[in-house]
């Protein structure tokens, strides 16, 4: 989607107090996993061309479900995702699994892009399949624009619980609905590599980057760097001794070493 802007309001389901939407031993409230996913969401969102986001939740108070969804028509979102954990009854129990909502009518756009999360959720997390479905949500009802509500997993099992509650399963929640976005707009990344074999995604990105940009290494003149070819003792001596010079000079020049 190039030189256009794509919005999309993210709603981080219900607020910090409210009422029962919280563990049985109430070690974890929704909202607090909730807020921290569509944080996630959002950092992720922004490193793509053209994307604008707002939060129709804040952190003070439970918004009520027209406020936010007025929010998003208004701003003329063209894309809602409501994110949130599940709870079936109010006592500890084995139900698990990871389910997408779509509005009742089961609008096409909606089908399709619940579907592309939910595949990212399961493939990411492992978690078990409860399905797309169709579900006469106000958020999902009220809105204008496509719309899905993502539960990812319940507060009302045990193990699913502790899982809410890690930052490592938060952040592949995130991860999981924004892929299923990026993949179904073909969504590109603001910042491009400069090297064809590393990815803004790889894990060390930013450090290749870094060094490249400060001389320190080089990529081949085939634009690749080869991150998993080893350094052999030439190549080592070559890089020790642009680093000594790099902070030699960095001294000289009473600057800070970066
Ligand atoms: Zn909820």
């Known amino acids: 989607m190039p030189n256009e802007l794509f919005k999309i309001a993210i709603d981080a389901g219900h607020g910090p107090e409210t009422q029962g ?7 974890l409230k929704e909202f607090e996993f909730n807020r921290v996913v569509a944080g996630y969401a959002q950092e992720r969102l922004l490193k793509f061309q053209g994307v604008e986001t707002i939060f129709t939740h804040t952190d003070d ?11 998003a028509n208004d701003w003329q979102a063209d894309l809602f995702v409501s994110i949130h954990a599940n709870a079936y ?36 997390t492992g978690r078990r399949d409860r399905g797309v479905k169709g579900a006469n949500f106000h958020v ?12 990812c997993e319940f507060m009302t099992n045990v193990q ?15 991860e999981g609905i924004v892929n299923g976005i990026v993949e179904m707009y073909g969504l590109e990344l603001k910042e ?15 450090e290749i980057q870094e060094v490249a940009d400060l001389g320190i290494m080089n990529g081949y ?5 080869k991150p998993s070819h080893a350094l052999t003792r030439a190549e080592m001596a070559v890089t020790a001794s642009r680093i000594i010079h790099h902070v030699k000079e960095s001294i000289r020049q009473n600057t800070t070493i970066p």
Not at 162 to 171: A, V
């Open 21 to 27: 939407k919280r563990s049985p031993d109430e070690s």
């Open 61 to 71: 108070r439970d918004v009520p479900l027209m406020e936010r969804t007025n929010a």
């Open 89 to 124: 009854q109010d006592d500890w129990n084995e139900a698990t699994g990871i389910e997408t909502f779509v509005y009742k009518s089961l609008p096409t756009q909606a089908v399709k892009l619940a579907t592309r999360v939910q595949n990212q959720l399961l493939q990411l």
């Open 140 to 151: 999902l009802r009220e809105t204008e624009m496509t719309a899905i509500l993502v539960e």
């Open 160 to 174: 699913s619980c502790e899982l809410l509650k890690s930052d490592g399963y938060r952040q592949l929640c995130a």
């Open 192 to 206: 491009k590599s400069s090297f064809t074999d590393v990815s803004v995604q790889h894990w060390s990105y930013a």
């Open 221 to 225: 003149t085939d634009e690749t760097f």
